[in-house]
């Protein structure tokens, strides 16, 4: 009977100390959580606190809220650093198209780390899209695909609670449930150098924004999931390219041959993991200042016709040694009213080689959504890839 009645004794004693000891964590989460939560800062839209760069910029009172309405632009936190931590608003938007979102890690308000939603594209793949900012060069048509979008549904004329999780070189983006991510971010293209926090907002329909808060954090937050393995570009890529400075590309119209090198400087530039080089990380364009070569070396072992398969965003001329052997344009809506111009190994060429050294020339060109170019060679038989460095 005393053996009987010590037993639950003896538990109720074990369920207190584990009690005890569960508080205690608890206690020491609530000591380490708290001071990242009094670091907290909500913004208000004085803009004299905002450094903003916009077609149109201006701040209301919409169902109580002072609220920033903005269009064709971007409005950065004066003063703010953010390198890691969460980023909180609220977000007004028609079903209008449109463009709208946040920036962070802002280095000037033409480099910076990019997510918005497409409220046009409600429950499409699309709906969203993270892009990196480089040169104020967007690049959505560049990094497409589940990776940088989801198929969120949106609703309209009401307040929608965007959160984003900033993580070193990962993010994680809450769009109304603050329970699981919309789009969990891989890899931020744009490293991890830290910088100011603010809103964006593109042509098209404006957007109207309110309670704008961020927490800067001293250690990358946890992020719910792991990150998915990285895209691996296939055997034969170009791995690096030397990129010239940036021309006009009407100069090359008409010419079938190129004379000499045009361009004497000249920029090592890597791949990135599926074998995309980003031209805008060299440098942006201007009016008539829209086209840079990208170039890259081939040795063969002998004369040869290697295939090479390759994209590029917008336009392109492919010279081998000198010598015009293709040009093409996928410019946005160029072929119809539903062509995006996404980049990928959509086009090819045979490279008539000769043996020994060959250089292959690329000069691309861009005008919307995107700067970029990548190639393969689908036969690396009797053939080296140099980049030309």
């Keep these: 009977m005393n053996v009987m009645s010590g037993e639950p004794a003896a538990r109720r004693g074990r369920d207190r100390r584990g009690y005890r000891r569960r508080m205690r964590s608890a206690a020491a989460l609530l000591l ?9 800062e909500t913004v208000p839209f004085d803009l004299a606190r905002w450094e903003i760069k916009a077609e149109e910029s201006r701040v209301v009172d919409l169902d109580g809220r002072p609220s920033l309405v903005l269009k064709g ?4 936190v004066a003063g703010s650093r953010f390198t890691d931590g969460i980023i909180e608003f609220d977000l007004r938007m028609s079903g209008e198209r449109g463009f709208m979102g946040a920036a962070w890690r802002i280095q000037d308000l033409e480099s910076y780390e990019e997510f918005y939603l497409r409220p046009h594209q409600s429950g499409n793949p699309d709906a969203n899209q993270y892009q990196p900012v480089f040169h104020g060069v967007a690049a959505w048509q560049l990094y497409h695909g589940e990776r940088y979008g989801s198929p969120s549904s949106y609703r309209f004329d009401q307040w929608v609670h965007l959160k984003i999780v900033v993580a070193g070189t990962r993010a994680e983006v809450y769009i109304d449930d603050m329970t699981r991510p919309a789009l969990r971010i891989d890899e931020l293209k744009r490293g991890l150098a830290g910088g100011r926090v603010g809103l964006t907002a593109g042509n098209f329909a404006p957007a109207t924004f309110s309670n704008f808060r961020y927490t800067p954090m001293p250690k990358p937050p946890v992020l719910q999931g ?5 895209e691996v570009a296939p055997p034969g890529s170009i791995l690096a390219w030397q990129v010239s400075r940036v021309f006009d590309g009407r100069t090359l119209d008409g010419k ?10 000249w920029t090592r530039l890597a791949a990135e993991d599926r074998g995309l080089a980003n031209l805008a990380r060299v440098q ?5 200042q829209d086209t840079v070569f990208a170039r890259f070396d081939v040795r063969s072992d002998r004369e040869q016709a290697k295939r090479l398969r390759f ?14 052997l293709y040009a093409g344009s996928d410019e946005y809506r160029s072929r119809d009213y539903r062509f995006l111009g996404s980049i990928g190994l959509y086009d090819e060429v045979v490279l008539p080689l000769a ?8 000069a691309v060109s861009e005008s919307f959504g995107g ?3 990548m190639a393969r060679f689908e036969d690396l038989d009797g053939i080296k890839i140099v980049d030309g460095s």
Excluded at 226 to 230: D, F, K, L, V, Y
Excluded at 284 to 288: L, M, P, Y
Excluded at 355 to 362: A, R
């Design 355 to 362: 043996k020994g050294e060959n250089q292959v020339w690329m």
């Design 371 to 373: 700067w970029g170019v």
């Design 284 to 288: 942006g364009v201007k009016e008539h």
């Design 73 to 76: 632009g971007i409005a950065a």
């Design 226 to 230: 792991g990150p998915r393995a990285p």
């Design 32 to 40: 380490i959580a708290a001071p990242a939560a009094l670091r907290a």
């Design 256 to 265: 079938l041959a190129l004379e000499g090198d045009p361009r004497q400087s």
């Design 311 to 324: 994209g590029f965003s917008d336009a392109v001329k492919v010279y081998l040694n000198g010598r015009l």
